[in-house]
C-alpha cells in the first residue's frame, strides 16, 4: 500500500504566526485532503487539494486562513495562518477513495 | 450532513460482541469505517459500496442497508486490540464529493480482560 509521509508531527506556535504542514506520498494521487480533529472530536474535512487548480473548501474554511498549495500529484502543504488558540487542533492528510490513507497527523498548539 | 453513529461508548469483556450503527439522512454512495487508537492516525477497515451489502470476515463486519442509509459495524468475541475509537465515514451521491469523506462522530469502544 502507499505511504503517506507528513511533517511535523507537532508544534507548539504562538498566536498570530503560522505554520506549514508538509505532506508527501510515495505515489502519484489526484487529490488530497486535508482534515482537522479537535481533541476528542471526528474528524472535519477543510479542503480538498487538486493538482493544477485552486483547493476547494468547505464551509466554514477559507482560503486566506488555511491555503493550500499542490504544485505536484505526490505532495502537498496546508498553512494555518495567524494562528489562534482555538487553531489548537490535529491536523491529517489524506488520499484515495476506495480506502483512505491518512498521514501520521500533525498536533498543533498555540500558545 | 454529518452521520449519526451510535452509541456514543462501548465497554465490553473479551469475547462479548459489539454493534456500532451509523446512519444518514440521505442516500449514500459508500460508507467507510476506520479505527482509530489514542494518538495514531485512523485504520481503514472496510468500505461498503452496494446497497444489502455485507462484508468482513468473521471477527470484523459490516453491513450497508438496501436504502444506503444506515451501516452497521459488527465486532465478534473482541479482543483487547479492538479498543479505540471506531468512525464511520460517508461519501454522498452529489457527483462531487468522490473521495471526500464526512465522519460520523465516532464511537469509543473500551475491551477490558
Known amino acids: 500500500s502507499a505511504v503517506i509521509s507528513q511533517k511535523p508531527s507537532r508544534d507548539i506556535c504562538q498566536r498570530g504566526t503560522s505554520l506549514t504542514i508538509q505532506c508527501q506520498v510515495d505515489?502519484?494521487?489526484?487529490?488530497m485532503f486535508w482534515y482537522r480533529q479537535q481533541p476528542g472530536q471526528s474528524l472535519t474535512l477543510i479542503a480538498t487539494?487538486?493538482?493544477?487548480?485552486?483547493?476547494?473548501?468547505e464551509s466554514g474554511f477559507v482560503i486566506d486562513k488555511f491555503p493550500i498549495s499542490r504544485p505536484n500529484l505526490t505532495f502537498s502543504t496546508l498553512t494555518v495562518s495567524n494562528m489562534s488558540p482555538e487553531d489548537s487542533s490535529i491536523y491529517l492528510c489524506?488520499?484515495?477513495?476506495?480506502?483512505?490513507?491518512f498521514g501520521q497527523g500533525t498536533r498543533l498548539t498555540v500558545v | 450532513q454529518q452521520p449519526v453513529q451510535s452509541p456514543q461508548a462501548v465497554i465490553l469483556r473479551e469475547g462479548e460482541d459489539a454493534v456500532i450503527n451509523c446512519s444518514s439522512s440521505k442516500a449514500l454512495y459508500s460508507v467507510h469505517w476506520y479505527r482509530q487508537k489514542h494518538g495514531e492516525a485512523p485504520v481503514f477497515l472496510m468500505i461498503l459500496l452496494k446497497g444489502g451489502e455485507q462484508k468482513g470476515h468473521e471477527k470484523i463486519s459490516a453491513s450497508f442497508n438496501e436504502k444506503k442509509q444506515q451501516s452497521s459495524l459488527y465486532l465478534t468475541a473482541s479482543q483487547l486490540s479492538y479498543s479505540g475509537t471506531y468512525f464511520c465515514?460517508?461519501?454522498?451521491?452529489?457527483?462531487?464529493?468522490?473521495?471526500?469523506?464526512?465522519f460520523g462522530q465516532g464511537t469509543i469502544l473500551t475491551v477490558h480482560p
Open positions: 487539494a487538486n493538482q493544477g487548480s485552486e483547493a476547494t473548501y
Open positions: 489524506s488520499f484515495g477513495d476506495t480506502e483512505a490513507f
Open positions: 465515514g460517508t461519501e454522498h451521491l452529489d457527483g462531487t464529493s468522490y473521495g471526500k469523506l464526512t
Open positions: 505515489s502519484q494521487v489526484t487529490m
